[in-house]
């Protein structure tokens, strides 16, 4: 992709957004910011979250990371900034798939949901995440990006409960979030592991379909661990009647402080009665039998 096409590099820059390259950058351009102190707070709550992993910390590590804008982009934007860059390009390659009224679960700082709605002027974008403070910093994103048509709530997305449906729902990396209890390679019980990880899912499946009005559509761009979750996570929401567009479904490559990985992005459809699944992206699915 050319820099004059890559929308997510333009977008970046205007929120001054730099990733780092690696670990070592990361930790000298963030020392730098927020001066000793602050820093090894920083490197106390991100080391805590890191030695459980999927445990609750991560709310403590969001809380501190929240603490104002300037902490949020400096550590958010060394650390995900080219996941930024590559999420916003697919967002923007993929625009048919978002309606007039759009929420975003789990926004954070709101800068996804920001672009989304610089990207779509008519549509009118809510977005909302458990952690108030990262929804103080949204706010000041908006503000700063001179957006009229996004606002920001803090909410619990099972419990939100907002007087209308949406047209779209779009909801990126917080599935593994969401979890009741997350297995690294082999599920506790001795029952097949994409029927557990998808019976953990379930609630948060439901949740987000249950805000998607009956014309509307779903995305989810996640990072998936396990092929088993990714399969799980399919399999709950094809249970709630949605079901991938292949269109709408790709990997994209992301580097994170040096480290390249991938995320799942698919945008979903919900299904007529009686409509069969799209079995070829199904049976795609390495080792997964998926009985539907
Ligand atoms: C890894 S961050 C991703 C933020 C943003 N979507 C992005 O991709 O930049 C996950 C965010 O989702 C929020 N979150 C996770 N599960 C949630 C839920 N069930 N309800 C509301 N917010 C949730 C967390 O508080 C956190 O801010």
């Avoid at 351009?29 to 106390?44: I, N």
Wanted: aromatic share 10%; net charge neutral; with cysteine.
């Amino acid at each position: 992709m050319s820099r004059e096409s890559d929308m997510g590099l333009a977008y970046l820059e205007s929120l001054h957004i730099c990733p780092a390259r690696d670990t070592k950058e990361f930790h000298a351009k963030v020392s730098d910011a927020l001066g000793k102190a602050v820093y090894e707070q920083f490197t106390k709550v991100s080391g805590e979250v890191a030695s459980v992993p999927g445990s609750g910390k991560n709310s403590a590590y969001y809380a501190f990371k929240n603490q104002n804008e300037y902490l949020n982009h400096t550590i958010s934007g060394l650390w995900d900034g080219d996941i930024y860059r590559a999420i916003v390009n697919w967002l923007f390659e993929h625009r048919e798939y978002f309606g007039r009224d759009i929420l975003d679960i789990g926004c954070d700082n709101g800068i996804l949901s920001c672009f989304i709605a610089k990207m779509l002027p008519k549509s009118q974008i809510t977005g909302i995440d458990k952690c108030w403070k990262a929804m103080k910093v949204a706010r000041k994103t908006a503000v700063c990006l001179g957006l009229a048509n996004v606002k920001f709530f803090t909410a619990e997305a099972g419990r939100y409960d907002p007087s209308a449906l949406f047209d779209t729902v779009i909801s990126i990396r917080t599935v593994h979030e969401n979890f009741a209890v997350r297995h690294s390679v082999f599920p506790a019980s001795h029952c097949n592991a994409v029927d557990e990880a998808s019976g953990q899912l379930t609630p948060y499946a439901r949740c987000m379909a249950g805000h998607v009005a009956p014309a509307g559509n779903l995305i989810t761009i996640e990072r998936f661990d396990l092929e088993t979750n990714k399969s799980g996570w399919l399999r709950a929401l094809y249970e709630e009647r949605f079901s991938p567009d292949s269109k709408g479904c790709e990997k994209i490559t992301v580097q994170e402080v040096g480290v390249y990985s991938t995320l799942d992005a698919c945008a979903f459809v919900r299904r007529g009665a009686g409509q069969p699944s799209q079995s070829r992206l199904w049976s795609g699915m390495r080792g997964d039998p998926l009985r539907v």
